[in-house]
């Protein structure tokens, strides 16, 4: 049970400048798992199997793994900008701290890749070029179709690296010159609405074209970085203290509504999936994911709670240390290992275990586990060999 001194501590002594909250180190680990789920989690689903149509729908609702990354992201760089506001070098400690957590690994992947495109047999198309601007999420402007440039290389989940850097890029500039934590409140939910409206516009065409846009445009997902960034300016208001469970269950109605609603229509919606799993899905879904995850994270913030507790494990919050290389690296390593294991059993990893363990569903579970322990080593080694050397310079511009 948390202490009464711990309850009533402000929120910026919890999610502060300098402060190192470790129950959202946790957050990100649930994320980036959920990304895996996703990724690396292979089998045909929706064969009227019992717990393989389970398995299909988990595997279906982990697709908001990365919606959730958006929100973390959107409560955790507002927060900063706005603490910093004051800060001599307000642009440049922000940008070079975003540059030397990011642009290392992602330029150093996408240079060892172009390094060894005759090895990979890689053929870019131009877009080695979007990629390097960080543009993939707005290839619908150029001759650029998808980014499987080859049998191994799969970057399509790079688009949601391009829409955290467009949101980093404008993102300072408007707290800078708003300043109002109000008025930046207002801003936020103002920006969110026009991304709900912007998304239900779009979505009413129902083409390919619309379904790439509101999945991967900027201006379609603001809201899942907003409602996180409302979320860190109202934890900053004049006189607020986190408050347990116990005292505020509010949020916390909020977040199991949101989230029975969600479950409820994703499940009527399932066996009929189409355009980004219906207009619902693709509308009021991402807002009300958006929100479920905003909540999530408060809940996580209160110290001594149950959802506290949860996301201060040790391996989530070490899974969650590791997520960018593992977002990263992951289907690229995963390709490999299920290449190498094919090569070397004659078939995939779950038809061989199969027979062996006398069930379909934990062969799949057991080749899951696999893959994201092979990824997350390669995260691991990434990390302590090559990334660490940029962060330490992080120090120069705290």
Same mark, same amino acid.
């Given at each position: 049970?948390?202490?009464?001194?711990?309850l009533?501590a402000p929120?910026?002594?919890?999610?502060?400048?300098?402060?190192h909250?470790?129950a959202l180190d946790?957050v990100?680990?649930?994320?980036?798992?959920?990304?895996?789920?996703?990724?690396?989690?292979?089998?045909n689903n929706?064969?009227?199997?019992?717990w393989?149509?389970?398995?299909?729908q988990?595997?279906?609702?982990?697709?908001?793994?990365?919606d959730?990354?958006f929100?973390?992201?959107?409560?955790l760089?507002?927060?900063?900008?706005?603490?910093?506001?004051?800060?001599?070098?307000?642009?440049r400690?922000f940008?070079?701290r975003?540059?030397?957590?990011i642009?290392?690994l992602?330029?150093?992947?996408?240079?060892l890749?172009?390094?060894?495109t005759p090895?990979?047999?890689?053929?870019?198309?131009?877009r080695q +070029?979007?990629l390097?601007?960080?543009l993939q999420?707005?290839a619908i402007?150029?001759?650029?179709?998808?980014?499987h440039?080859?049998?191994?290389?799969?970057l399509?989940?790079?688009?949601?690296?391009?829409v955290e850097?467009?949101?980093y890029?404008?993102?300072?500039l %408007?707290v800078?010159l708003?300043?109002d934590?109000?008025?930046?409140?207002q801003?936020?939910?103002?920006?969110?609405?026009?991304?709900?409206?912007l998304?239900?516009?779009?979505?009413?065409?129902?083409?390919?074209?619309?379904?790439?846009i509101?999945?991967?445009?900027?201006?379609?997902?603001m809201d899942?970085?907003?409602?996180?960034?409302?979320?860190?300016?109202w934890?900053?208001?004049?006189?607020?203290?986190?408050?347990?469970a116990?005292?505020?269950r509010?949020?916390?109605?909020?977040?199991f509504?949101?989230?029975?609603?969600?479950i409820s229509v994703?499940?009527?919606?399932h066996?009929?999936?189409g355009?980004g799993?219906?207009?619902?899905?693709?509308? +009021?879904?991402g807002?009300?994911?958006a929100?479920a995850?905003? %909540?999530?994270?408060?809940?996580s913030?209160?110290?001594?709670?149950?959802?506290n507790?949860?996301?201060?494990?040790?391996?989530?919050?070490?899974?969650?240390? +590791?997520?960018?290389?593992m977002?990263?690296?992951?289907?690229?390593?995963?390709y490999?290992v299920?290449?190498?294991?094919?090569r070397?059993?004659?078939?995939?990893?779950?038809?061989w275990?199969t027979?062996?363990?006398?069930?379909?569903?934990?062969?799949?579970?057991?080749?899951?586990?696999?893959?994201?322990?092979v990824v997350?080593?390669?995260?691991?080694?990434?990390?302590n060999l090559?990334?660490?050397?940029?962060?330490?310079?992080?120090r120069?511009f705290a």
């Open positions: 049970m948390a202490s009464e001194t711990a009533r929120a910026t002594e919890l999610a502060g400048p300098g402060t909250v470790p946790g990100r680990g649930l994320a980036i798992l959920m990304v895996m789920v996703v990724h690396l989690m292979l089998f929706n064969n009227g199997n019992r393989m149509d389970a398995l299909s988990l595997q279906g609702l982990c697709g908001s793994g990365v959730l990354f929100v973390l992201s959107g409560f760089i507002t927060g900063i900008l706005y603490d910093t506001l004051h800060d001599e070098h307000y642009f400690n940008y070079m975003r540059f030397l957590r642009f290392p992602y330029y150093g992947f996408l240079f890749l172009l390094a060894l090895w990979l047999n890689v053929i870019w198309g131009g +070029y979007v390097l601007a960080y999420n707005t402007w150029f001759p650029v179709s998808g980014f440039p080859s049998l191994l290389v799969d399509n989940h790079f688009w949601s690296l391009a850097e467009q949101f890029c404008i993102w300072p %408007v800078f708003v300043r934590r109000k008025r930046l409140m801003l936020a939910l103002g920006l969110s609405v026009c991304a709900l409206m998304r239900i516009g779009l979505a009413m065409y129902s083409t390919a074209l619309a379904s790439g509101v999945h991967e445009w900027t201006l379609c997902r899942t970085l907003m409602l996180g960034g409302v979320l860190a300016l934890l900053r208001g004049e006189g607020y203290s986190i408050r347990s116990e005292r505020c509010v949020p916390l109605v909020i977040f509504w949101a989230v029975v609603l969600l994703y499940a009527a919606i066996p009929r999936v355009f799993y219906g207009f619902f899905g693709a509308t +009021y879904g807002t009300l994911l929100l995850f905003a %909540v999530l994270i408060y809940l913030l209160q110290p001594g709670t149950f959802w507790r949860i996301f201060s494990v040790a391996w989530l919050r070490s899974f969650g240390k +590791y997520s960018y290389g977002y990263v690296l992951h289907i690229l390593v995963g490999l299920s290449t190498t294991l094919r070397l059993l004659g078939t995939s990893l779950r038809i275990l027979p062996r363990l006398h069930s379909r569903p934990a062969a799949i579970l057991v080749e899951f586990a696999v893959s994201v322990s997350y080593m390669a995260a691991w080694l990434s990390y090559y990334e660490v050397r940029f962060l330490r310079l992080k120069r």
